[in-house]
């Protein structure tokens, strides 16, 4: 085995003949730290394979984890955020738009679209929490409000996936009135008895919360998701009593009544097709 000894010392390999792993390959968990393959991670619907945290994803993650064969048509893909109030903080208004689209290659914080899943026609509009956190301005609520005339229009039932801080501050009470015009339209909906499922994922907060949100006809939710209308700290305060442990989980608020039941996202594709041909 004298060929496997190093017999020479000091030997460096020169910068340009070393090899790097590219960016990319390995995903660690942000909850337990464990490291895994990026692949691994994708194919196991981006939840770690060793303590099953959901890693936050977005619309374009779900609609490939639902839509079958990742076939879709995206609607009112143009639509984008114009300037009522002029508003201004950091920056004016417009260029936070513009600087978020550019970073995150989206036009808004909801994208919606029909195609079928498990060979079943279906409706999703999904949020972006990377938008603005995907707050809730006037072409969100436009955009969720045209996917449930789509639904009506088709007799397709809906899915709505939340993620959200809440209102968008910028459109101060044009986003407000985005919470009465989309509960306006689901009730259209229901009148029409077409299914509405809700899923909230983490974070669902604020004036999501307190309108479509939590008006399905189910309303599920992810592991361990925060879901919550004010901050903790907000209610801490208001009523001066320290909150149960894990307040505004997921778990919590199952336990409490106002979900019907918690969904692994592995699973979420055959749970909402056994859930939606049971409403049929």
């Known amino acids: 085995m004298s060929w496997f000894i190093r017999k020479e010392k000091g030997i ?14 390995w995903y660690q968990c942000s909850n337990c730290k464990k490291i895994s393959a990026t692949r691994e991670h994708k194919l196991n619907a981006y939840t770690c394979i060793h303590c099953n945290y959901h890693e936050k994803i977005g619309s374009e993650a779900y609609f490939e984890l639902l839509f079958d064969d990742n076939e879709f048509v995206e609607l009112d893909v143009e639509l984008t955020s114009g300037d009522p109030l002029k508003f201004v903080d950091t920056k004016a208004y417009p260029d936070r738009v513009k600087a978020t689209m550019s970073k995150t290659g989206l036009r808004d914080a909801v994208r919606t679209g029909h195609g079928k899943m498990n060979g079943s026609p279906l409706v999703i509009a999904a949020m972006d929490f990377n938008f603005i956190g995907g707050s809730m301005g006037s072409v ?37 009135m985005q919470m009465a015009k989309t509960s306006a339209r689901l009730a259209q909906l229901l009148e029409a008895k077409i299914p509405y499922v809700s899923l909230l994922t983490d974070p669902t ?76």
């Open 140 to 176: 969100v609520g436009e955009k969720i409000a045209r996917a449930i005339s789509y639904s009506l229009q088709h007799k397709t039932p809906f899915l709505m996936i939340s993620k959200s801080g809440g209102a968008r501050m910028m459109e101060a009470g044009f986003s407000l």
């Open 205 to 280: 907060t604020g004036g999501v919360t307190a309108s479509y949100a939590m008006l399905g006809d189910f309303n599920i939710s992810e592991p361990g998701a925060l879901i919550g209308f004010a901050g903790p700290r907000v209610i801490r305060e208001t009523i001066g009593k320290d909150l149960p442990k894990d307040f505004q989980s997921a778990e919590f608020v199952l336990e409490h009544g106002f979900l019907d039941f918690i969904v692994d996202r592995k699973d979420l594709k055959d749970k909402l097709s056994s859930l939606l041909t049971m409403l049929r």
């Open 12 to 25: 460096i390999t020169p910068t340009e003949m070393k090899r790097e792993a590219p960016d990319g390959l």
